[in-house]
Structures are given as structure tokens and as C-alpha cells.
Nanobody
Framework: QVQLVESGGGLVQPGGSLTVSCQAS????????MGWYRQAPGKQRELVAA???????KYADSVRGRFTISRNNANNTVSLQMNSLKPEDTAVYYC??????????????WGQGTQVTVSS
């Protein structure tokens, strides 16, 4: 089995900063892409940022320049540093990873989600 465990969500004022992290554990041979998605009430889940094993990144237009994704391949973690937070960033943030438990066969796994609330 593979588990993704998120941490670091919470309440922050507009303009503030917050970091969410996720660690993958279990029967893991390799991890390709890792990323963060979010889902606000009444909206579809959307990609926030993703990072490849080699380090290349992509961001949603709404967060580019404010959020930074990073990963540590040695301990299977991915983090999202969020700066200049806005109320519209309020959502449940989900960690996602493409994990191989057997060489060459990758499946997507999800964390349980962590709430980020931006409010004064």
C-alpha cells in the first residue's frame, strides 16, 4: 500500500504565507510527478502546481508567482510554499503522486486533504 499524508494547513490572514507538505510512504519503487490540487466548496478540483522527478514545474495561472512547489526525492516529500494568500485560495488542498510499486507501472495516489482558509 501507499499512503500520502499531508500537513501544514490552517487559517491565515490575507497577504500571509503558509506551507503545506506531503510525504509518501509504503511500498514505493519510484515516484514520477507529484503535485497539489485544491477544491473549493461548489467547485471542481483543480491543479495548483506540479513537479516532475527531475524538478521541472508547472503552475496554475492564478498562483504563478505566489506559490512555489518543491520536492525531496530522498524522502518522497513534496511541499507547497504559498505567499501573498488571497481569500480565493481558500480550499481543501490535496497531494497527488504518481507512484510505482513495481518498476514501470505507475498509479495515481491522493492524500486525505488539508484545509487552507484565508480570512481576516
Amino acid at each position: 500500500q501507499v499512503q500520502l499524508v499531508e500537513s501544514g494547513g490552517g487559517l491565515v490572514q490575507p497577504g500571509g504565507s503558509l506551507t503545506v507538505s506531503c510525504q509518501a510512504s509504503g511500498s514505493i519503487v519510484s515516484i514520477n510527478d507529484m503535485g497539489w490540487y485544491r477544491q473549493a466548496p461548489g467547485k471542481q478540483r483543480e491543479l495548483v502546481a506540479a513537479i516532475r522527478r527531475g524538478g521541472s514545474t508547472k503552475y496554475a495561472d492564478s498562483v504563478r508567482g505566489r506559490f512555489t512547489i518543491s520536492r525531496n526525492n530522498a524522502n518522497n516529500t513534496v511541499s507547497l510554499q504559498m505567499n501573498s494568500l488571497k481569500p480565493e485560495d481558500t480550499a481543501v488542498y490535496y497531494c497527488n503522486a504518481e507512484v510505482a510499486r513495481v518498476w514501470g507501472f505507475f498509479n495515481a495516489y491522493w492524500g486525505q486533504g488539508t484545509q487552507v482558509t484565508v480570512s481576516s
